[in-house]
């Protein structure tokens, strides 16, 4: 199972939106509803920020949002803040029954 | 509040086995719901990678491909305690490896340990 494709990095200034792409397949992102995305901050644990395409757990800000065309699942950051920069991963369920990270996505608030 | 708790850093010789443990606080292992535990790993400087799934109720599994032969997951339901072993280690699986409760019916890491340091060193 291949690693879902992330861009490296991604940048905005405060208040910007940004959007950070996560291109799967037919047997993963294009198959299920199960895309999920991470924050994770240097040193850190992940922290989950999206479920099941474009629901956020309780406490995490409605700045962010998630969608989903296709192969392509999105993670959209609106109102970028300073605490915002970190590293975002995309996590999809897959046809074997297994699970697939992102390639992982590097946020820069300028 | 949910919390997952896990073992201390090893460091092992290439080809030995390490067991990690990841003992669960706040809820139910056999509960109807968010009864999976994953397994994450992290090289340094890298990104995230799944390991595998085990169902805290049931017990079976689910390793990815690479890990097949070399992974073992498992928990005790008395302690609500989670395990993953990895044995023929190589310096490759130097990493932080964490463990996850799988929400809902299982396909999102809701709640995180705070990871364990496995260094495989000669």
């Known amino acids: 199972q291949s690693a879902l494709t992330q861009p490296a990095s991604v940048s905005g200034s405060p208040g910007q939106s940004i959007t950070i792409s996560c291109t799967g397949t037919?047997?993963?992102?294009?198959?299920?509803?199960?895309v999920s995305w991470y924050q994770q901050h240097p040193g850190k644990a992940p922290n989950l920020m999206i479920y099941?395409?474009?629901n956020r757990p309780s406490g995490v800000s409605n700045r962010f949002s998630g969608s989903k065309s296709g192969t392509t699942a999105s993670l959209t950051i609106s109102g970028l803040q300073a605490e915002d920069e970190a590293d975002y991963y995309c996590?999809?369920?897959?046809?074997?029954?297994?699970?697939?990270f992102g390639t992982g996505t590097k946020v820069t608030v300028l | 509040q949910v919390q997952l708790v896990q073992s201390g850093a090893e460091v092992k010789k290439p080809g030995a086995s390490v067991k990690v443990s990841c003992k669960a606080a706040?809820?139910?292992?056999?509960?109807?719901?968010?009864?999976?535990m994953h397994w994450v790993r992290q090289a340094p400087g890298q990104g995230l990678e799944w390991v595998g799934v085990?169902?805290?109720?049931?017990?079976?599994?689910s390793y990815a491909q690479e890990f097949q032969g070399r992974v073992t997951m498992t928990r005790d339901t008395s302690t609500s305690t989670a395990y993953m072993e990895l044995s023929s280690l190589r310096s490759e699986d130097t990493a932080v490896y964490y463990c996850?409760?799988?929400?809902?019916?299982?396909?999102?890491?809701?709640?995180w340990g705070q990871g364990t340091l496995v260094t495989v060193s000669s």
């Open positions: 996850a409760r799988g929400g809902g019916s299982g396909e999102h890491l809701d709640y």
């Open positions: 706040g809820y139910s292992f056999t509960s109807f719901t968010n009864y999976y």
């Open positions: 085990v169902n805290t109720r049931g017990g079976s599994i």
């Open positions: 037919s047997s993963d992102v294009g198959a299920y509803n199960y």
């Open positions: 099941d395409v474009s």
């Open positions: 996590c999809s369920f897959a046809s074997t029954s297994t699970y697939v």
